[in-house]
């Protein structure tokens, strides 16, 4: 069982920067893939980025690339996103989430842990 406690998020303008912060509990966290998704309003949950269970490899959907930033600290049990040039578009739902299993890193339903969700809103 991991369990995931996000923090951060807010109101923020555009081309702020802001960074989010997952924490984790449970005793398999350092071998889980982790990932950040987002819900917009009237949109179903997307990938923004996801990082390997040893941090070796990122991964990072399009539209945020260059922008964002996936980090992990397996001593601390803290998975990180930090997010420059913030956009109107990015304003969303941000969720924390966890793969302890094999699957798409980049895909929802291979995720078996969430966190709660923190809002996220860039002005223009």
């Known amino acids: 069982q991991v369990q995931l406690v996000q923090s951060g998020g807010g109101l923020v303008q555009a081309g702020g920067s802001l960074r989010l912060s997952c924490a984790a509990s449970g005793r398999t966290f350092s071998g889980c893939d982790m990932g950040w998704f987002r819900q917009a309003p009237g949109r179903e949950r997307e990938f923004v980025a996801g990082?390997?269970?040893?941090?070796?490899?990122?991964y990072y959907v399009d539209s945020v690339k260059g922008r964002f930033t996936i980090s992990r600290d397996n001593a601390k049990n803290m998975v990180y996103l930090q997010m420059n040039s913030l956009k109107p578009e990015d304003t969303a739902v941000y969720y924390c989430?966890?793969?302890?299993?094999?699957?798409?890193?980049?895909?929802?339903?291979?995720?078996?842990?969430w966190g709660q969700g923190t809002q996220l809103t860039v002005s223009s």
């Open positions: 989430a966890a793969k302890s299993g094999s699957g798409s890193r980049i895909e929802l339903k291979p995720y078996d842990y």
């Open positions: 990082i390997t269970w040893s941090g070796y490899r990122t």
